[in-house]
């Protein structure tokens, strides 16, 4: 079988429920393998500090979807199957799986080819949602941050798929913004040349993913209720038949955001301690993504999981008002 959707998930479509979908390259590639750490500080109540921090995560993003009333699609590539839809056993194979990576669109048939295991990112995860039904595609995505442009575009052109994703997928992403280490000026500027609205739940500003928004941040459309951002979704689809995706950003929890600046700091610092290693590249976002932790006394890593957390909840309410709407 090279696309299975659960039989849970089929039924809820059939039946017009509300689903949210989350993608697994986060599981997989984005967060540590590794259980919590005394150098990170406090490990937070929602984390299980029994369990690695990845699938501790994806336990609690799962309560969030489930305890605000809808239903998790957990999608990732398993054994060279696309599976929409994963129990909590297949989560707990996925994250505890080392060779693991992230799949994208250009990438997915040459995994499914070698019959590989992997998370989904935003691009890959989407098409699983268009492909879940062509008539009744899983509305609502949860995650942490897109991709999009990356910095210095006019030297190397490193633009992610998950832009095309969303250009052709009818699907709503909730995310804390974009990625921070990506241009987000041109980032932004791409989502309304593909025809995607960017909406900002509680914020007017694109959120700067685990830090503080400042100043001169790029703007998007303030909503202010998940009824909203689903009365704008069925604007754009059904009202007048577009096909994009519609972007719902959500500020990191103010009480663990990082202030501007914190991030590049540490990042730099990071960079060149992995540089010193002389690892192979596969182990440097770990790498990276360890090192930031402990450098920021785990903040950043603190940051990551509650605005992954705060962003599936707000992607079930989206999800059950628009279930209520159809
Ligand atoms: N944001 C992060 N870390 C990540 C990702 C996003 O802070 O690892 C993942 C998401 O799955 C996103 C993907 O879809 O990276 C984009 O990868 P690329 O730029 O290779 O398309
Ligand atoms: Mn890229």
């Known amino acids: ?21 989350l993608e697994t390259a986060v599981l997989t590639a984005g967060l540590p393998k590794t259980k919590w750490n005394t ?11 029994e369990k690695p921090i990845n699938n501790a995560l994806a336990q609690s993003m799962t309560d969030a979807v489930q305890t605000n009333g809808a239903l998790p699609a957990w999608v990732a590539v398993v054994n060279g199957t696309l599976r929409i839809g994963l129990t909590s056993d297949e989560v707990t194979q996925l994250t505890s799986n080392p060779v693991a990576g992230k799949v994208s669109l250009a990438t997915l048939a040459q995994a499914m ?17 268009r492909l879940a039904s062509t008539k009744n595609p899983i509305r609502v995505f949860a995650t942490g941050g897109i991709g999009g442009i990356h910095q210095n575009w006019t030297n ?28 987000i000026p041109a980032t932004v500027e791409s989502l309304e040349t ?15 993913f685990i830090e503080q928004n400042i100043e001169d941040d790029p703007a998007v459309h303030q909503v202010h209720s998940p009824s909203e951002v689903a009365e704008i ?10 096909h994009s995706g519609v972007l719902t950003t959500v500020p990191v929890p103010e009480n663990v955001a990082l202030q501007h600046g914190t991030l590049i700091e540490s990042l730099n610092q990071a960079e060149e301690s992995w540089a010193r290693t002389k690892q192979p590249s596969s182990t440097r976002t770990p790498f990276l993504l ?37």
């Open 1 to 21: 079988m090279n696309v299975y959707i659960s039989d849970s998930i089929q039924e809820a479509l059939l039946a017009g429920e509300p689903i949210v979908a």
């Open 39 to 49: 150098n990170f500080g406090s490990c937070p109540s929602y984390i299980d500090s």
């Open 113 to 129: 080819h070698a019959k590989q295991s992997a998370g989904t990112t935003v691009a890959t995860t989407l098409l699983a949602c």
């Open 156 to 183: 190397r052109l490193d633009i992610s798929a998950d832009l095309t994703a969303l250009a052709t997928t009818p699907t709503c992403v909730i995310a804390s913004g974009a990625k921070s280490i990506l241009d």
């Open 194 to 208: 593909i025809g995607v609205p960017v909406l900002g739940l509680g914020t007017s500003m694109f959120p700067r």
């Open 233 to 242: 979704c069925t604007h754009h689809w059904q009202h007048l038949q577009l």
């Open 290 to 326: 360890e090192s930031m932790a402990k450098s920021t006394q785990g903040k950043s890593l603190i940051a990551n999981l509650a605005l992954l957390c705060n962003n599936a909840k707000a992607a079930a309410k989206i999800a059950v008002s628009f279930a209520s709407k159809l």
